[in-house]
């Protein structure tokens, strides 16, 4: 079982920035991508991922704004999120891919507030 351990969430003021980690249980290469989701009213939509080869994506609503990278010494995924906005905040989830499966991090709280 694929364990994805989140961190980095919390309160921050509009404009301000959040960094958020996500280490997995196993080699971040041996997934075929990794992303982050945010829990929306109906379903998760994805928020940025990134391909093992290291190709990324993102929403159109944040685009410019956060940045997905990781570091592979430390085995670890990252989203750096600058010019937050009240809209952003959400609990966000970690996701691992490999082939068919998929795993989900515990989810991490990000409010956006003054």
């Known amino acids: 079982q694929v364990e994805l351990v989140e961190s980095g969430g919390g309160l921050v003021s509009p404009g301000g920035s959040l960094r958020l980690s996500c280490k997995p249980s196993e080699s971040i290469f041996d997934f075929n991508h990794m992303g982050w989701y945010r829990q929306a009213p109906l379903e998760r939509e994805l928020v940025a991922q990134m391909t093992v080869g290291g190709t990324t994506q993102y929403a159109n609503s944040v685009k410019c704004r956060f940045t997905i990278d990781r570091d592979n010494a430390k085995n670890t995924v990252y989203r750096q999120m600058n010019s937050l906005k009240p809209e952003d905040t959400a609990v966000y989830y970690c996701?691992?891919?490999?082939?068919?499966?998929?795993?989900w991090g515990q989810g991490t709280q990000v409010t956006v507030s003054s």
């Open positions: 996701k691992a891919n490999r082939l068919s499966k998929h795993w």
